[in-house]
């Protein structure tokens, strides 16, 4: 299944609602990095609320997510994991492969933290 | 007493201990209990009866020339009520049919006696009597043949095992039973999640942390930042005894889980002697943000959340012009 992504100002949201196949994690990186060029995007929000289970391929997708983005110039934040799904993930030993990710707790924390950054950035730009 | 606690326990006692038919067929067979002591049993049924009477006042005479035992009868009404419930196990014994329904019985009589707290030494006495009462009868009863008393007496004594077993295992497993809520109960207790500020929490840690312990821990934790929208908790371990690698490597994940879900975990308390032994240990603490003590600790979680705090004259001279 697509995730739709959407714009909102200048950040972009990709919520996933169910399960994704492989396939479907590498279509949303490239998703998500194409059109942070097209509408000069300053940040990316992953919204994984939805997700039960996150296997090392799927924490291996989000950290390429979030370094394909970078490289185009938006930060990403990963939002809503879950308590259970946090601690499985801590178990299986996959938080080592999550270390450079942003995370927040939801949407609205998400957009808080990033419009943290993007403030600070400008302000060090000036500074510069 | 007895009666009105009987109501209340539950049906299947053989479910809960997990007593199932194979484990009652094993017992059986390593007390060597077979369809020879059933038919030796009740063979014994009509001589039982006979004798019921006497043996149970005996005993009776017996358990009440006792301090404790008289202890257990404030009233007459209930010895005689006991007596009658004795008899019939008494003769119960000699029936045959010793099956589930059999073993539940036993269970169930197991548990009543361990709530009106019998001690074993009485529980266990009164098997003893029983079975030297019974010897005596039994040779009274085949003066000729005491081969064949023994025999019967051998039968009984198997039987009265398997019982006996049945009776202090209800024992040990409603004292187990309670053993195990107190200690759920001590370790809820002893890990509270506090918030401190908006989206500050604060976890004091106390005493010995296992795994068991550091999963409940996290759990709790975890759970409580999203109840609480918290994005920074203080973890303070001034009250954990002792650290090695495996309790640190709790601590780890702990802080990993939380930061998950954008939580940033500031760990406070570290002792020298657990900074000593954390560095011999070679365990690499360096992704976790520590500060020497919980005050430390909090001044950080304040700066990471963009919180400061001001004596209340300061911010008035400060208001004052100058």
Known sequence: MAVPILRQGSYLIA?????LTDADWVQLGDGLAEQVGRHRSRGV?????????????????????????????????????????????????????LVHIVTAL??????????????????????? | MIERAERAIEPSLTQEMEITGEEIERRKAFLEFGDEDVERLM????????????????????????????????????LERVKRKQKAYFVRLTQGNYGPQYVEDRLRIGLLHERINLPTKLYLGMYNFYLRTVASYLLEAYPQDSKKAFGLFLSLLKLVFLDINLAIDTYIHKRERTLRLQQEAIREISTPVLQLRQGLLILPIIGVVDSLRALQLTEQLLRTIRSNRARVV????TGVPVVDSKVANHFIQTVEAARLMGATVILTGLSPAIARSLVSLGVDLSRIRTVGDLQGGIEEADHLLGYRVVKGEELDARARPA
């Open chain 1, 45 to 97: 929000i992953v919204d994984v609320t939805a997700l039960e289970v996150m296997d090392s391929f799927a924490a291996r997708a989000l950290s390429t997510i979030a370094s394909m983005t970078r490289l185009r110039g938006a930060e990403t934040v990963i939002v809503g994991i879950q308590p259970e799904v946090a601690f499985a993930m801590v178990q299986l030993g996959l938080a080592p492969t």
């Open chain 1, 15 to 19: 919520s996933v609602q169910s399960e």
């Open chain 2, 43 to 78: 063979s014994m049924n009509e001589l039982a009866q006979q004798y019921a009477d006497s043996v149970i006042e005996a005993f009776y005479r017996h358990l009440l020339s006792f301090e404790e035992g008289r202890a257990f009868f404030p009233d007459p009404a209930l």
């Open chain 1, 106 to 128: 939801d949407l609205d924390d998400g957009f808080a933290l990033l419009d943290r950054r993007t403030r600070e950035d400008a302000e060090g730009g000036r500074g510069g």
């Open chain 2, 234 to 237: 203080v973890m303070d371990i």
